[in-house]
């Protein structure tokens, strides 16, 4: 059974850090295609970054243009985690953050295009 935990949420000044983390257990990390999504009270769930397998040990990062140069994904495989990093937090980066994966997911924006999720940890940023 495939299940992917998520850790590090919290409150944060705006402009401070904080680094989330998502363990991923019984599925084939290194091949899966894993992603970060946020769902803000009232809105749908969207995509923030995505890192996809791309053969080897190489991954394809994507972004959501409203987190370029702020958030930095990145995979631990021999740990099978995956962690965000974000840096000059905003409010409005408050939300309930989600980790996704999936086995042919290829740089998919879609929650559709993702197989597992995780139940979510709140991050809130405050003014």
């Known amino acids: 059974q495939v299940q992917l935990v998520e850790s590090g949420g919290g409150l944060v000044q705006a402009g401070g850090s904080l680094r989330l983390s998502c363990a991923a257990s019984?599925?084939?990390?290194?091949?899966?295609?894993m992603a970060w999504f946020r769902q803000a009270p009232g809105k749908e769930r969207e995509f923030v970054a995505s890192l996809t397998w791309i053969g080897s040990n190489v991954y394809s990062p994507n972004y959501a243009d409203s987190v370029k140069g702020r958030f930095t994904v990145s995979r631990h495989n021999a740990e099978n985690t995956i962690d965000q990093e974000k840096s000059r937090r905003k409010p409005e980066d408050t939300a309930i953050y989600y980790c996704?994966?999936?086995?042919?997911?290829?740089?998919?924006?879609?929650?559709?295009?993702?197989?597992?999720w995780g139940q979510g940890t709140q991050v809130t940023v405050s003014s």
């Open positions: 019984g599925l084939d990390f290194r091949k899966t295609d």
């Open positions: 996704a994966g999936g086995r042919y997911s290829r740089h998919s924006v879609s929650v559709d295009g993702y197989d597992y």
